[in-house]
């Protein structure tokens, strides 16, 4: 039985579309047990909506909430939180295997580094989503929003980690991973790039494919991107603009004439492949990485099927050991005397 | 009369595909006059395909080409070299009013800055594209490749030249200008974020919108993002990534079975409309902004309509005095005593 606490209170659809995701998630997953952590009546009137197996599903009253506006490193002293109720609940109890929420993004950060705490050896955490590509599977980018300014270290260091979410999460072996650049060439970029191309090259632990560029976040073969938080949040922005324009755009079209929306109705099957093909929440949710436990972080405007998605893929990757991955791959390389060799 | 000098040696289809250009923009604008720096004999054999106003076209011949993989600032050395002669000619000859090539990036920036030189004030030249936004308009993304490296300064001149070529090139008056920044909030991003905000926002020429983020550049009510070259770069390749994998996708699916087929038909017009909006392309290249004159960066892989976009579009910024409109604005801020005003 894998058990998972969900922050019922985080996010903008939050409790209904929270407690929805939950009972999707746990009638899809008999080996599944969740603690929903919100106000206990709030919680208890959305679960009456549905049927479930109530044995494997229980509330944890917080009184409070925490919004997308709080300053997270204020908002997570907030005891009676749901998230940080969640955050302590999932650091004390051995049992408990992960945490998922569509919470305040800053907020579950900060308690995941605080309150929970990173594994040992890990300089920072790092958000980790999976973008779809051109394969059909997914690119991981990392670190996308964690760390605003990164030294070279910390770059290997998502290398690692995403490398580890690749094999757990998604059945990669030996997962390439490219450092995203402005160029493919091994001088490109600042001197941060030029010196994590060096130590990366030289590393060992990962399968180093070298630079990369945006494009290849969604159409190269690699399957991790490495990014400061800077730029991987604005790599990842950009193409989900880029895919809600597109998405915008066919919905006018296709509904302009009589003509469009006749082809409309042949088109139905081939639209609803390509919007599947296209759909950054399919996995439900970015990864915290690099903590002590699994932390699944959701979209904001996560709907019920992103919660049941993001659910299902914490139970996944704990099954499959990420943080023991982590562990191992961080062991092969001395972190202390990393530096770059020179040719 | 406006006279412009096009390097008919750069790019993956030269000569072809930029005479063939060349030859369509001279037959759409009455009052544009062409030079092609280029090999004679080759040039000469691909204009022998086409009928054309003769007065209004003449050959330099040039012996050398720059390729992609050459060194810039090695390579605007080689005086015979097409791009070389051309931005020589560009510099000495008065009536020569712009310069387009879709040769080496890194060598047009070279020769921009070593060859043409810079209007005066002007740190650094920046590389702008123009990005399809939701409004049906162009969203200007400067820098996004020519400087990885940037300080506050820069970015805020970026803000003052690319508002210049919001005005000359699209006659959008009193351009909004956002920061591309890894969240909204006027603290947020790295230290060349929070302090290039704080310039912005007291600089006066610029109708400064604060910060915005990846999404905004196609979704958002801006005109101008201003980026460092680096995360610039990301963007712009993460979103032409994106618009590639639909495209694909697109295909992929719209001729999967005869039923998508018989839809495709009927949507035909609807896919064509949506493609145009989708068109990376329909400016027909980057300006690099911030020089003494006009000059058009065209994608390497541009096709002759491509070629043809990027010769009426520095016609018409010519027209509208892009020069002059960046030295009146630049004019308006002491940029030897920019400091940011503590609050």
Same mark, same amino acid.
């Given at each position: 039985m894998v058990?998972?606490?969900? &922050?019922?209170?985080?996010?903008?659809n939050?409790?209904?579309a929270?407690v929805e995701?939950?009972?999707t998630a746990?009638?899809?997953?008999?080996d599944?047990y969740?603690?929903l +952590?919100?106000r206990?009546e709030?919680v208890t009137?959305?679960?009456g909506k549905?049927?479930? @197996?109530?044995?494997r599903i229980?509330?944890? $009253?917080?009184?409070?909430?925490? /919004?997308?506006? @709080?300053i997270?490193?204020e908002?997570?002293?907030?005891?009676?939180?749901s998230?940080?109720?969640?955050f302590?609940?999932?650091?004390k109890?051995?049992d408990i295997?992960?945490?998922v929420?569509?919470?305040?993004t /800053?907020?579950?950060i900060?308690?995941?580094?605080?309150?929970?705490?990173r594994?040992?050896g890990?300089k920072r955490? +790092?958000?980790?989503p999976a973008?779809?590509?051109?394969?059909?599977?997914?690119t991981?980018?990392c $670190?996308?929003?964690a760390?605003a300014?990164?030294k070279?270290?910390m !770059?290997?260091?998502?290398?690692v980690?995403?490398?580890?979410?690749?094999?757990?999460g998604?059945?990669?072996?030996?997962?390439?991973?490219g450092?995203?650049?402005n160029g493919t060439?091994?001088?490109k970029? $600042?001197? !941060?790039?030029q010196?994590?191309y060096k130590l990366?090259? &030289?590393?060992g632990?990962?399968?180093f494919a070298?630079?990369?560029?945006?494009? $290849?976040?969604m159409?190269?073969d690699?399957?991790?991107?490495? +990014? &400061?938080?800077?730029?991987g949040?604005?790599?990842l922005k950009?193409?989900?603009?880029?895919?809600?324009?597109?998405?915008?755009?066919?919905?006018k079209?296709?509904g302009?004439?009589l003509r469009?929306?006749? /082809?409309?109705?042949f088109m139905?099957p081939?639209?609803k492949n390509m919007?599947s093909?296209?759909?950054? &929440?399919a996995v439900?949710?970015?990864?915290?990485?690099?903590?002590?436990?699994?932390?699944v972080?959701?979209?904001?405007?996560?709907?019920p099927?992103?919660i049941a998605?993001?659910?299902a893929?914490a139970a996944?990757?704990?099954?499959n050991?990420?943080?023991?991955r982590v562990?191992?791959l961080?062991s092969?390389?001395d972190w202390?005397?990393l530096?770059?060799r020179?040719?």
């Amino acid at each position: 039985m894998v058990k998972i606490i969900v &922050d019922a209170m985080g996010g903008d659809n939050a409790p209904a579309a929270i407690v929805e995701g939950c009972v999707t998630a746990l009638n899809a997953d008999k080996d599944l047990y969740l603690i929903l +952590a919100g106000r206990q009546e709030d919680v208890t009137a959305e679960l009456g909506k549905y049927s479930y @197996d109530k044995t494997r599903i229980e509330i944890m $009253d917080c009184r409070d909430t925490i /919004g997308m506006n @709080d300053i997270p490193t204020e908002a997570i002293k907030r005891k009676e939180a749901s998230l940080v109720k969640a955050f302590w609940a999932l650091k004390k109890e051995d049992d408990i295997a992960a945490l998922v929420t569509a919470g305040s993004t /800053g907020a579950t950060i900060a308690g995941g580094q605080i309150i929970l705490g990173r594994i040992k050896g890990v300089k920072r955490a +790092a958000l980790c989503p999976a973008i779809p590509n051109s394969r059909g599977g997914y690119t991981l980018l990392c $670190d996308c929003g964690a760390n605003a300014e990164c030294k070279p270290e910390m !770059l290997c260091q998502f290398g690692v980690l995403a490398s580890a979410y690749a094999e757990a999460g998604f059945g990669i072996k030996n997962p390439k991973v490219g450092l995203l650049n402005n160029g493919t060439e091994e001088h490109k970029g $600042d001197p !941060l790039r030029q010196t994590t191309y060096k130590l990366m090259k &030289d590393m060992g632990v990962i399968n180093f494919a070298g630079n990369v560029e945006g494009r $290849d976040i969604m159409l190269g073969d690699i399957d991790v991107a490495v +990014a &400061d938080g800077f730029s991987g949040n604005i790599a990842l922005k950009s193409m989900e603009g880029c895919g809600k324009l597109v998405l915008n755009v066919m919905k006018k079209e296709f509904g302009a004439t009589l003509r469009t929306k006749i /082809g409309y109705l042949f088109m139905k099957p081939a639209i609803k492949n390509m919007r599947s093909q296209l759909d950054f &929440d399919a996995v439900g949710g970015a990864l915290l990485l690099g903590l002590k436990k699994v932390v699944v972080k959701s979209h904001g405007s996560s709907k019920p099927r992103t919660i049941a998605a993001s659910i299902a893929n914490a139970a996944s990757i704990y099954r499959n050991n990420l943080v023991g991955r982590v562990e191992e791959l961080l062991s092969g390389v001395d972190w202390q005397n990393l530096v770059p060799r020179e040719d």
